[in-house]
């Protein structure tokens, strides 16, 4: 069982906004800072947000990520069809080292 | 530009050992601050990280398979390498190396991705 908690499958129409949570503790989350990537099928996954809250260059603004405690969110707002993917949450892990969610799957209705 | 690539074997038999190399350029390894990683990524499920090298050769192993798994550098070469002893079917699926490097008080990103290789346990 992952250390983080997802949530296994989000959707929502185009133009809407989704939130992707992740869950974990206070040796993961609650003390470290959190990245996101996304994965669409069949390939490498990518750096979608990193240290919580920031994007890589290149990433659209309607990506934004949050922390607070031991959780964490992200947002994606103006929902396209092309951001149909897997998302998943990773920070470090106190006892171990990185430590990945279980992985969240988006449908674009 | 960035680019790491992954090879090795695409079958390997229960019990044997697991080699596999990244290559990788447009960086080195022996600055500070980078590290390199192995993630795995098992048909349908989620990613698995597994070992971690940095620039000084300190390593760290998921503690899982910590007594399976040796990960070394070769920086000349710019090559990492996985070793993962004893291997079975649940070690099947899509091994990746990535880049990770780590900011002043930070935890670190996995930044750039290989493409991964797939690897069938198999007898």
């Known amino acids: 069982q992952p250390l983080l908690s997802q949530p296994p499958s989000v959707s929502g129409t185009p133009g809407q906004r989704v939130s992707i949570s992740c869950s974990g503790s206070t040796s993961n989350i609650g003390d470290f800072f959190v990245n996101w990537y996304q994965q669409f099928p069949g390939t490498a996954p990518k750096l979608l947000i990193f240290s919580n809250n920031q994007r890589p260059s290149g990433v659209p603004d309607r990506f934004s990520g949050s922390k607070s405690g031991t959780s964490a969110s992200l947002a994606i707002r103006g929902l396209q069809s092309e951001d149909e993917a897997d998302y998943y949450c990773?920070?470090?892990?106190?006892?171990?080292?990185?430590?990945f969610g279980g992985g969240t799957k988006l449908t674009v209705l | 530009q960035i680019t790491l690539k992954e090879s090795g074997p695409t079958v390997v038999k229960p019990t044997q050992t697991l080699t596999l190399t990244c290559t990788f350029s447009g960086f080195s390894l022996d600055t500070r601050g980078v590290a390199m990683g192995w993630i795995r990524q098992p048909p349908g499920k989620a990613l698995e990280w597994l070992a971690l090298?940095?620039?000084?050769?300190?390593?760290r192993y998921r503690p899982s398979l910590r007594n399976r798994v040796t990960i070394t550098k070769d920086s000349s070469r710019r090559q990492v390498v996985l070793t993962l002893t004893d291997v079975g079917p649940v070690d099947a699926g899509t091994y990746y190396c990535a880049r990770r490097p780590f900011e002043s008080g930070g935890n670190g990103t996995f930044d750039v991705w290989g493409q991964g290789t797939m690897v069938i346990v198999s007898s």
């Open positions: 090298i940095y620039w000084n050769d300190a390593k």
């Open positions: 990773e920070t470090w892990d106190a006892r171990g080292g990185p430590t």
